[in-house]
């Protein structure tokens, strides 16, 4: 995957799939390191922040671990 396609999908994803690639991504993943990983972590605390503790919660416990 490229840098622009990470960067569209990290953009357009829910905080479900940030969540799960955030927990099951192999260590190396492209997508969380460097800029693209820098603008992941963003993207993730900002709908992290958004969702509530409620909503976490509830999210982490369908995606598991």
Request: hydrophobic share 45%; proline share 3%; net charge positive.
């Amino acid at each position: 995957m490229t840098k622009h396609a990470m960067i569209a999908w990290i953009e357009k994803a829910s905080y479900r799939e940030l969540l799960r690639k955030w927990r099951f991504a192999p260590s190396g993943d492209p997508m969380l390191q460097g800029e693209v990983g820098e603008l992941f972590a963003i993207r993730m605390k900002d709908l992290r922040a958004s969702v509530g503790d409620a909503e976490h919660t509830a999210t982490s416990k369908i995606i598991g671990w």
